[in-house]
């Protein structure tokens, strides 16, 4: 088998999905958010999830058989349960799903739900290798693993490596929780969004932050600076898990979001969608509570429903604020829409598919919101559909 010789520097050339490439001292680490939106952030939760590069992939041309990327990733385990699956990475040769792997060594991330703690030990680079590869020109894809921080350090080759353009596809940028950042998705082309994006044949870059999607006004500005042709919002959960404001500072902190979004792009279709069904939060407030149950993670709500009346939010009341919001601003703003999240996972699909934790779909419920999500979006009638 021939030798990966060949040794091609990573670069921001090679890398989509990514917003921001960080020299570490072992390789490039890809980022979701620019350094000066990372500046303004002090929440070690969003800190570590956009770190995380779900959606980020190195896309390049090759004759190459042979595929040697080595990494230093950094892997998560969770107090009180055992470890996580290690992250894959997913080989994609012209469209098609050709090769799964995972990565010896690494660092690793022990966080205690409970105490609100975490603690880094190192670790050893490790190699994702793919061979076998077809001798002709191809489109190669290397999806990284969307839950765990991936410094690259090397990509090596038995032919040389070049760029790849995007074939004229659209660019689909899209924000939301850990379900649109995939948090129990099996692998990184297995997210909704990747579903969906693979689907409609468009160029994905998820900025799905576990746990922060909240309305950050830095994030509203990153999106307002990167490059897109069609625009979605994922909003809900975050906020009433987190019980971070209440109803009189949700509607404005909406229409903030999308006005700041609207100074970059004014005219680019933009899709406000609500949450997916999650029982626990529909009807009682946060702040959510974390729970080991048989050593798996549970989660549950732990506000007052009676509350509700006072401002305290659950998801029944943002869903009908975010359809009023869109409402209002839709009749001078007639590339807004908005996408009610029970089309994408209701009552019918919790009671076949439900929630492990509570929280998050499984792999087989991502797949449904994702295929759901890219024919009610990209559809011939959805807000996303290609021109004719």
């Known amino acids: 088998m021939p030798s990966p ?70 892997k998560m385990v969770y107090r009180g349960t055992g470890p996580r699956p290690d992250g894959r990475y997913d080989l994609v040769v012209d469209g098609r799903l050709a090769g799964q792997a995972t990565a010896d060594g690494g660092k690793v991330l ?46 090596r080759t038995d032919a040389p490596v070049e760029p790849a353009d995007t074939g004229g596809r659209r660019v689909w940028l899209h924000h939301g929780s850990s379900i649109s950042h995939g948090s129990d998705a099996e692998s990184p082309t297995g997210t909704w969004p990747a579903v969906a994006a693979t689907l409609a044949g468009v160029e994905l870059v998820n900025l799905g932050f576990s746990g922060s999607a909240l309305l950050d006004p830095f994030t509203a500005r990153a999106m307002r600076d990167t490059p897109a042709d069609l625009i979605s919002v994922k909003i809900g959960i ?52 974390v729970e080991f149950v048989d050593g798996k993670v549970r989660f549950r709500a732990t506000g007052d429903p009676a509350e509700v009346a006072t401002g305290r939010l659950t998801l029944r009341v943002i869903r009908a604020e975010l359809a009023r919001i869109v409402a209002s601003r839709s009749g001078a703003d007639p590339n807004l829409h908005y996408l009610d999240g029970l089309e994408l996972y209701g009552e019918a699909d919790y009671a076949e598919l439900p929630l492990p934790d509570e929280l998050h779909p499984d792999p087989a419920a991502d797949r449904r919101i994702g295929e759901r999500f890219a024919a009610l979006a990209f559809g011939p009638k959805g807000p996303f559909a290609a021109a004719e």
């Open 5 to 74: 010789h060949i040794t091609t520097p990573i670069t921001t050339g090679l890398l989509r999905g990514a917003l921001d490439l960080e020299q570490t001292a072992d390789g490039v680490l890809p980022h979701r958010l620019p350094a000066w939106a990372r500046a303004q952030n002090t929440d070690p939760q969003l800190t570590m999830a956009e770190a995380m590069p779900s959606g980020v992939r190195l896309v390049f041309r090759t004759r190459a058989t042979v595929v040697e990327l080595d990494v230093l990733p950094t």
């Open 238 to 289: 975050n906020l009433v898990n987190s019980d971070l404001m209440r109803l009189r500072a949700f509607g404005p902190a909406v229409h903030g979001f999308l006005d700041t979004i609207r100074e970059g792009h004014p005219h680019t279709p933009l899709l406000v969608v609500s949450s997916v069904l999650c029982p626990i939060q529909e009807d009682t407030p946060g702040p959510g509570a």
């Open 110 to 155: 022990t966080i205690d739900l409970a105490a609100g703690t975490s603690g880094v030990e190192p670790g050893p680079v490790g190699t994702v290798r793919f061979t076998d590869l077809p001798a002709a020109d191809k489109e190669v894809v290397i999806w990284l693993p969307h839950r765990e921080i991936t410094e690259l350090v090397a990509l």
